[in-house]
């Protein structure tokens, strides 16, 4: 019995020094290699602190740290931030690193990132920073087949990220303030349920010169019951809600090749006209509180991605208000008995079948009746 008790013990040392050893025998040659195949690979620069890598973080799995990483552009791009945050790390199967032949990836979480991605006017991208052929280094013909990834991903997360989207091709210009992003399920499953969380701050939406959003709060929340073997992902239990406007969703996304099928149809939850009002840009700030308002308002409506037709996107939309009103606490007039009856449709994508139809948009401003109507068809010809 001693004898047994004394391997037990050796085996329980040799295991855990085992564990400890492992990261530092191998940590430098890794800082090495990353090191080597960033700067090989990329046209910019990119920059890294410290490096970690420890068995008993997330034990079992080996976990992988890189601590404030920046990729700066050159040449067009020189001085501009593509890509920078404060900590990765990625938690990886043990065994499948040993063995070397298929890397199982586990979880992933990204701390603080910040992504500026900028399309100047000649359509030159920033983020096109990889290597070609002809620009990176000879691959050495002695050398093993590089190590192919199995995402057995269990949770994915982003935490305090910032991004912008400039388009200078065609005015258009995004950006997100705090995004936090949470994504769990067993992808290693052919069928699985998977969970997302979305919160973001601020969110603002502009084209050629007009915001469409302004410091917009979004909050999202949906499972999607995921079929791997045919790459199709049902919405089920979601709500999306911009400022106090909330939606729900329902529908598939199929995922085709390098293409997308999509067919979601939505619906406002609430019916208060004072939650469509709060996506007005300027409308949403601290004083909105005290905004009188009153009134219904239905909305839903559709949209549809074709793989077969993959620049094309269907879509319809129906708002219905009703014995609206509004009045801001600083200014003396209101606007009332607000009316409107939009509907717009395209069945197929084509640009030309799209048809924009408002029979009725009627207020009064502090007792001044104001009165449009509108209906649009063929835009592309009208354009051409």
């Known amino acids: 019995m001693k004898k047994i008790l004394l391997v037990l013990v050796v085996l329980i040392v040799l295991i855990i020094g085992a564990a400890v050893a492992i990261p530092i025998i191998f940590k430098d040659d890794l800082i090495d290699l990353a090191k080597t195949e960033i700067n090989n690979n990329l046209k910019a620069e990119a920059n890294f602190g410290a490096f970690d890598l420890s068995f008993f973080k997330q034990f079992p799995h080996l976990t992988f740290t890189l601590n404030d990483l920046s990729i700066v552009g050159i040449d067009a791009f020189d001085g501009d931030t593509l890509a920078a945050f404060d900590q990765f790390e ?4 043990l065994m499948s690193v040993i063995s070397g032949e298929r890397i199982e990836i586990r979880t992933i979480r990204l701390n603080r990132p910040v992504i500026n991605a900028i399309v100047l006017k000649d359509s030159t991208a920033n983020w096109n920073i990889a290597m070609t052929e002809e620009t990176s280094e000879v691959e050495d013909p002695e050398a093993g087949e590089p190590a192919t990834f199995d995402i057995g991903l269990q949770h994915l997360g982003i935490e305090h990220a910032n991004i912008s989207y400039v388009d200078q091709t065609t005015g258009m210009g995004a950006f997100i303030r705090n995004l936090n992003f949470q994504l769990e399920g067993d992808f290693t499953q052919d069928q699985f349920i998977m969970a997302l969380e979305t919160s973001i701050d601020q969110l603002t939406y502009e084209m050629d010169g007009m915001t469409f959003l302004k410091d917009v709060a979004l909050n ?34 199929k995922l085709v090749d390098d293409a997308m099928d999509m067919d979601v149809k939505f619906a406002a939850n609430a019916t208060e006209f004072k939650h469509l009002l709060s996506l007005v840009p300027g409308a949403y700030t601290q004083d909105f509180a ?3 308002t009153a009134g219904t308002l239905a909305f839903d409506g559709f949209f549809k ?32 008995n607000i009316k409107i009856r939009l509907t717009t449709t395209n069945p197929d994508g084509d640009p030309d079948h799209t048809l924009i139809d408002m029979p009725v948009c009627h207020l009064e401003i502090d007792g001044a009746p104001v009165d449009l109507k509108m209906v649009l068809k063929t835009p592309a010809s009208i354009s051409g």
């Open 90 to 93: 990625v938690s990886l199967d």
């Open 220 to 253: 999202f929340k949906a499972s999607l019951d995921a079929d791997n073997t045919t790459s199709t992902y049902a919405i089920k239990d979601n709500e999306i809600k911009l400022n106090e406007f909330a939606m729900t969703f329902e529908g598939f996304v």
């Open 290 to 292: 005290n905004v009188q």
């Open 305 to 336: 991605l074709f793989a077969d037709k993959p620049d094309a996107m269907a879509y319809g939309v129906n708002l219905k208000v009703d014995n609206a009103m509004f009045q801001y606490p600083d200014l003396p007039a209101k606007v009332d």
